[in-house]
């Protein structure tokens, strides 16, 4: 499906995202662990939803910006990136030749 969602104001210990088809989500708030998941054709602003650890995928074509202030794990496979903030401490990243993962 095709989707464009805003959430503001996320106070949890873990929250997930999961972006499959043609969309958009802005996230926004604090968290402790975030998982997130971009298949297909999506973008994910979630560099104001602060978080100490993050697991983040995108597969397909797509572009995820997420927060991660202790720990991330980062995977792209297909056409799209990433942009970690925070300066975690722990970084691990893989990715595919029309891949981008970059630490801020």
Wanted: hydrophobic share 40%; aromatic share 4%.
């Amino acid at each position: 499906g095709v989707a464009d969602v805003d959430v503001e104001g996320v106070a949890a210990d873990d929250f997930s995202v999961r972006l499959a088809g043609v969309g958009e989500i802005d996230v926004a708030g604090t968290c402790n662990g975030l998982t997130a998941s971009l298949s297909g054709v999506g973008e994910l602003d979630a560099a104001g939803l602060e978080c100490a650890d993050v697991e983040v995928r995108v597969s397909g074509i797509g572009e995820a910006s997420v927060y991660a202030s202790r720990s991330v794990d980062a995977n792209v496979s297909g056409i799209g990136s990433i942009t970690i903030y925070g300066s975690p401490a722990r970084v691990e990243k893989s990715s595919s030749f029309l891949a981008d993962i970059t630490v801020k």
